[in-house]
């Protein structure tokens, strides 16, 4: 059971846009500290596609953007491409456990 | 360009020891808080411990604390995770990476296999 909640998988057809929620409480998504995403393809390491909520790293395309609003937060993906086709991970600081956490990953199908 | 390269991850029985490692370059190691996240077969994403950049600030998620030491060598550049008392629910993917601002990782390895079984 994973600190931050997202659903398990979500699917799209080419060219439609898909978000992704991420559930917390307030003891990390509430409070100060930001909400990170992650893309991570088929047998390769994570990779940061989102950091502080809603800012994109040099190189990650327009067509993902991130929000945060009280103890949730999501990932939009508009203009979906089959090379997509990833699990996507939440990420946050939890004062109460000292400690980073994860969500549970959510599995990107593009149809 | 930055890269992060782990290595001796390994197969060990239930009880046993094993240190891997983590060789940074092209960044200044001493900038950078360090960490390392593990990923089960098929399971998601899990942080397992992290260092600041003196090395005198370390943290761990309860499943670890007492049995891995998380560490760094500034003269080689290097992360280290020294792992005791080795569960079978350590097995996973081991991966280091580069902890800025508000706990994100921007860098990452491409990861250390660490399977423990009988």
């Known amino acids: 059971q994973s600190v931050l909640t997202q659903p398990p998988s979500v699917s799209g057809a080419p060219g439609q846009r898909v978000t992704i929620s991420c559930t917390g409480t307030?003891?990390?998504?509430?409070?100060?500290?930001?909400v990170h995403w992650y893309q991570q393809l088929p047998g390769t390491a994570p990779k940061l596609l989102i950091y502080?909520?809603?800012n994109r790293p040099s190189g990650v395309p327009d067509r993902f953007s991130g929000s945060r609003s009280g103890t949730s937060a999501s990932l939009a993906i508009t203009g979906l491409q089959a090379e997509d086709e990833a699990d996507y991970y939440c990420?946050?600081?939890?004062?109460?456990?000292?400690?980073?956490?994860f969500g549970g990953g959510t599995r990107l199908t593009v149809l | 360009e930055v890269q992060l390269a782990e290595s001796g991850g390994g197969l060990v029985q239930p009880g046993g020891s094993l240190r891997v490692s983590c060789a940074a370059s092209?960044?200044?190691?001493?900038?950078?808080?360090m960490t390392w996240v593990r990923q089960a077969p098929g399971k998601g994403l899990e942080w397992v411990a992290s260092?600041?950049?003196?090395?005198?600030?370390?943290k761990y998620v309860d499943s670890v604390k007492g049995r891995f030491t998380i560490s760094r060598d500034y003269a080689k550049n290097s992360l280290y995770l020294q792992m005791n008392s080795l569960r079978v629910e350590d097995t996973a993917i081991y991966y280091c990476?580069?902890?800025?601002?508000?706990?994100?990782?921007?860098?990452w390895g491409q990861g250390s296999l660490v399977t423990v079984s009988s």
């Open positions: 260092i600041n950049q003196d090395g005198n600030e370390r």
């Open positions: 502080d909520n809603t």
């Open positions: 092209g960044l200044t190691f001493s900038d950078y808080w």
């Open positions: 990420q946050c600081f939890d004062t109460s456990l000292s400690g980073s956490v």
């Open positions: 307030t003891s990390n998504i509430g409070t100060i500290y930001n």
């Open positions: 990476a580069t902890v800025r601002g508000t706990f994100f990782s921007d860098y």
